[in-house]
Structure formats: C-alpha cells, structure tokens
C-alpha cells in the first residue's frame, strides 16, 4: 500500500512563507547564502522558460548564466519535458546494471552520429567533473604513461582529480596534495607544449577549446600543434567540451572552429536540456578498448547511474532540438549580433576595452580609465578586491535592468555572457541597451555604479567571515 502522494506546490509555498534563503542558510551554505545577499542576488525566483526567469513580483529576467551553460535549448522546453515524462509513462526497466540498458544506445549513436573525426564510442556518467576524472584515467590507460598536462587558468572540475588540473589555485587551495604528475602550461604557449609533451612522459593534454575562465579562445596555431604534437610523442588530446559543447560557440562543439579532431571529448551541462544530471566521455576505440582490455575489465571504471533512462532520453531529446529547432545557428546569428553591438560600446567608453567570444559565450573586458576622476574609483575598488568592480556592473545589471549574468573569473575585470542559445533579436538588442546605460553610469563619479562599489567594499570590510577577496567567488564558478 502506497503513502499520500506529496503536495509539492504546498511545500513550496510553504517555504515561500520564509525568507529566501533560510533553508540554505541553515542546512546547505551559509557562506554562499550571505554572499548572495551582500551582492544583491538573493531574488526570489519562482519559474523559467526558455530564455527567461520570472520573480515572485512577477518580474522578468533575461538570464545571461543559463545555470553555467546548462539551460543550452532555454528553460522547461516542452520537446524535452515530453521526453522525460514518456520516460515515466513507459515504466522501463531502469538501470538494470547486469543487463542492457532501453536508452543508453540511442543516445550514444545520435552522440557519435554529430562527433567531430572519428570517436566512436560513448562512456556515460553524471557531470563535467566525472568526465574529466574519465579521461585522465583513459589517457592513462591508452599510453601507459602517467603525466597531465592541462593550461593555467583552466578549469576542468572540482573533484579530486578534477582539480589536479585545474588552473585556478583558488579552488586548489585548503585541500591538502592533489594527484602528482600533472602540470600547467600557458594557453595558447606552442612552445611550452612542445617542450613539455617532447619530455616523453605526458599521457593526456586536456585543455577547453575556449576557455570558461575568461572566455580566452585558441589560437590555431595552438591548435594544430596541440594535434601534431600529441600525435608525435603519443600522448592523448583531450578536449573538455563542458561548457562549449552542443551549440554554445554556433557550432556544435568547438573544436568545430579549429578543424581538430581529438582523441577524446568530454561532455556534459547543456546534454540533458536542464532536467538531469549527465555527462559523456567520446572517446576512439582503440582507447576505450585499452580502459575495458577484457572481460574481466568489463566495468573496471563504471559509476551507478551513469546509463540512467531519464538522463539518457533527455539527452536524445536535447540533441533533437538542437538539430531541428536550427538553434545551433541561432546562437551564431545571435552571437555575432550581440557582439557588434557590444563592439560599438567599446569605441564609446574609456574603461570598457574588448568584446569576445564566438556564438554565445561572450566576454566583456574592462580596463583602467585614463580620466583623473575615474582612476580614484577604479583604484579603490582594486585596493580592497581585485575582483570587485564587474560587480558594479552586475549588481546595477539584476536590479536595475533584470539581466542576470557573471563575472568570468576570479580577480578578472571580465562580464560573461552565457545566455541560453534561444535569445531572439529583442533580447539581443534589450542586452545592447541595458549595457549601455550600466556601463555609462560607471563612467560618472561619483555616480550610482561607484555607490555600489562603496557598499560592497563596506560589506567586505564588515564581514570577517566573508573576505573581500572573496565576495564574487559564488558567481564565477564554472
């Protein structure tokens, strides 16, 4: 006999009764929960669709960080919550483990079916983290060699050994040792990685092909030798597609950009259109068979839901949209669109210094001002943190204009951009206009953009517990 069905709308409105993040507060992260408070972003958001989040005023937010990339197809599309709920409907024999997955081929096919070169096979697991630890161990097992190399500034997951190569020591920081044999080169540094993978001894080269961190995009040049190379001292080429993947640079992996086929890809945020945790690690066959050597290896590497039925329909759902809703091209159009109209801002303001990016992963720069005035603002704000000032751009961004976005890294004068890939040319245009404004308020002082400035500085000096170099690090997480 089966218990009461649960009331989940009384349950949130029940919670909707207590401040915003009380819950958070109490049992989940304090430290984040006050952040998002200090900063301005603990709204009440009630629900989304497609490109869009709405408050509990009923105000509309154009959201520029799209979950850190996940909502790639919008929030809530309706093809692939069908999917999902056809999944249910069909009561399928889920994860069966010692027996064969309904789903789990579909997906892999139709992820083989759009692979750049010749990858054709699929390991699935849960997230970008997951995936990354995948490959180091594939390329360890591929080459018999122990080394990752990987960029500075790189970010590739939080995990253990995630975080072995991940170029921001911020997050590497209080945890003790991590995995030895890895090491960092400069993006784009041709040079290191010659001198580097010539040494013999480096197994696997993972690097983003745009990376997230900055939105700092390859050079060909890196590129093609990243290939060359890797193919001259047999080590494997792993391409972190996490972000980037499935659409977000216009094409559907960017690797696409540069004509590189590496030797293994890995997947995830955007894969499952929002609803379900995923990731996917392509790799070609002769690695894969050097991982699962023989039947005793069958699942030497393996995690539990890795094959789940709902992650796996929502992944073929998402890729079904993508294809045939041509949203691949629209985040191109749209991209180029937004970026000509940002690049036209720059001509006008002293501290806004570059616009880039490719489709819809777009970064602002900003920069020393030259006016006398200006510099007093700009130098006090870098005093207390050097990541402070993108915020006077944020915060006046959410509250003022209801765009939600980040900033592109820690101690960066950088805005992302990272909206989902169904904007239209009314948001695109709205986004042109609410810069405009925002940007142009910073070039007033003293001026509200400096008053937000002064708040968080004074808020940074106030809380012991949340220190000035800290207070934007919940925003620049992936």
């Known amino acids: 006999m089966h218990c009461q069905p649960l009331n989940l709308s009384e349950l949130i409105q029940q919670q909707d009764a207590e401040p915003p993040l009380k819950l958070i507060e109490q049992h989940i992260n304090p430290a984040y929960a006050k952040v998002l408070k200090v900063l301005g972003y603990d709204v009440r958001y009630t629900r989304g669709e497609a490109q869009y989040l709405w408050d509990d005023q009923d105000n509309r937010y ?64 849960n997230s970008g983290a997951e995936g990354c630890e995948t490959a180091i161990k594939y390329a360890r097992a591929a080459t018999g060699k122990n080394r990752i190399l990987y960029c500075k500034k790189a970010y590739h997951g939080l995990t253990l050994g995630a975080l072995s190569i991940n170029g921001g020591t911020e997050f590497r920081e209080g945890f003790g040792d991590l995995l030895v044999d890895t090491d960092a080169i400069d993006f784009n540094d041709v040079e ?11 197994a696997g080269f993972i690097f983003e092909p745009i990376q997230g961190k900055g939105v700092r995009i390859a050079t060909q040049d890196f590129a093609d030798a990243a290939a060359t190379l890797c193919k001259k001292y047999k080590a494997t080429l792993i391409a972190d597609e996490v972000q980037t993947g499935l659409g977000r640079t216009g094409k559907m992996f960017a690797v696409e950009h540069f004509n590189l086929e590496p030797d293994v890809l890995v997947l995830s945020k955007a894969l499952s259109g929002g609803h379900i945790p995923i990731g996917a690690v392509l790799s070609k066959r002769d690695i894969h068979n050097k991982v699962f050597s023989s039947l005793d290896r069958c699942v030497v590497h393996s995690t539990t839901f890795g094959q789940n039925d709902l992650a796996m329909v929502a992944g073929f759902a998402t890729i079904h949209v993508l294809q045939n809703e041509k949203i691949v091209e629209n ?53 207390v943190d050097q990541g402070l000032f993108p915020q006077a751009i944020l915060i006046p961004l959410l509250k003022d204009h209801h765009i939600l976005a980040q900033v592109a890294g820690h101690n960066m004068d950088v805005v992302k951009l990272l909206p989902s890939l169904v904007i239209n040319e009314q948001d695109v245009n709205y986004l042109i206009q609410a810069f405009d404004q925002v940007i142009g308020a910073c070039h007033k002082f003293p001026g509200p953009a400096w008053e937000v400035g002064k708040r968080l500085t004074q808020q940074a000096l106030k809380k012991k517990n949340i220190q000035p170099t800290t207070t934007p690090s919940p925003i620049t997480k992936a």
């Open 192 to 202: 290191a990685l010659e001198r580097e993978l010539a040494k013999g001894d480096v």
């Open 331 to 383: 985040a191109e159009a749209m991209g180029e669109k937004l970026m000509a109209g940002l690049n036209k801002l720059t001509e006008k303001y002293d501290m806004f210094k570059a616009v880039r990016g490719k489709g819809l992963m777009i970064a602002l720069e900003f920069g020393p001002p030259k006016s006398l005035k200006l510099k007093v603002g700009w130098k006090l704000l870098h005093k």
């Open 62 to 125: 154009l959201d520029c960080l799209s979950g850190f990339g996940v909502f790639g197809v919008g929030r809530n599309h309706p093809v692939v919550r069908d999917a999902i709920k056809q999944t249910m409907d069909l009561n399928l024999p889920n994860l069966p483990k010692f027996g064969p997955s309904r789903t789990s081929g579909l997906l892999a096919a139709k992820l083989i079916d759009i692979a750049p070169g010749n990858l054709d096979t699929v390991y699935f697991c």
